[in-house]
């Protein structure tokens, strides 16, 4: 991978042609070690989040030792780039064929369940195994998330303490129960009240858990969403486990994805056309900006562009832009705004920010465009939970505008497992 100081250097060195991943593995890095240091468990990363191997390597330097995966193809990266790593397959819904490769060809042990009828599959598939880690998947309220992830899985309250015992009864090793409390959770207490929720259950089923399991949610920084410090996620956390019933050797883990990669990369774009109030980038909804299309997020932006013979940036007269991708399905729009110069000219590049979470990851290939490089640098991100840089990216506009994009994003429940 190519290292440049700053995206400012890269841009002036190589003035790029193709979209750039302008990665911070050092955001990532500082990241890991405040969830090691702060969270009193097990952390998992969940690797759907940012799957590229620089992101697993820096957890695994880092101390981040466990994953949670949903497919083989996550397993496979892990085995290849964190070897001897501890996995956990997280889906509620797999093939027999995954089971199977996963418990028999990679030693995974843990597996997550909403059904009995998932239950019987992962007896199936492991030829009646009596050494899973069975993780029961509780629906739970995503009151204060960005996304919810309890539409598609999880078993309701009633249904529950029949999942736990049965869960309980198939497996001599740990039974445990987890939750996702939505994407982006911009409320520390819905990790308190979820677990609380999930002591109900396994008071109702009359058995204990071996592992409680806080999903991921944990937030970043975007315009007009400055979450609350993450130390009072843990607070929260940290409650909750001690008015649950559970015994002494109970472990606590969680799974985050957004909150340990979110800082460690942004998209270089190259402005292709500048069209009224619409710049036309050779990135989009297809490429790494789906949030920015999908749930309107208006992350963060810089300019970077020649001027008087220099390449440098640019941050004066600022107004509001859209950006189009590049493909040619009117979708690939992004209506921001993004606030940049009133000054930008086609061939000025636009990093965007804070898109190490859910950015890379969704990259199609759709229309011929995706085609991204990867490039390190060594500046820090637009913001951060984690006194890298800012705690917050002001929006020129009023707040309440954001308050609106944040029950706009909420109501429509989309993506993600
Ligand atoms: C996506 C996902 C996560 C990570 O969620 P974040 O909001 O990115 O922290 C954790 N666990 C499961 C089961 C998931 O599907």
Redesign the pocket.
Known sequence: MHRYHTPLDLVRERLPERPVAIVRPDAVALAARWFQENFKGDV?Y?V??NPSPWVIEALVSNGVTSF?V?SIPEIELCAQHAPGSRMAF??PVKSRSAISAAYFDYGVRTF?IDTHEELAKIQDATGGARDLNLMV?LAVSAEGAA?S?SGK?GVDAHEAPALLLAARRATQELMGV?F?V????MRPTAYQAAMSQASRALVRAGVFADVVDV????PSVYPGMTPPDLAQYVDSIDRGFAEMMVHETTELWC??????VAEGSSILAKVELRKGDALYLNDGSYGSLFDATHSRWPFPVKLYGERDGEVRQLEDGLKPWRFYGPTCDSIDHMPGPFWLPEDVREGDYVEIGMLG??GVAMNTRFNGYGDTETVEVADAPMASMFGLAKRSIASPRQDSQNVVKLSRARSKKRR??
Request: proline share 3%; with cysteine.
């Open positions: 998992f969940a759907k989040a949670d949903a997280m889906h997550a998947r996304y992830l899985f987890s996702h939505g994407s982006q959770c999903g991921g949610g944990f799974e985050p994805g957004r909150a340990l979470a859910y993600r497992k």
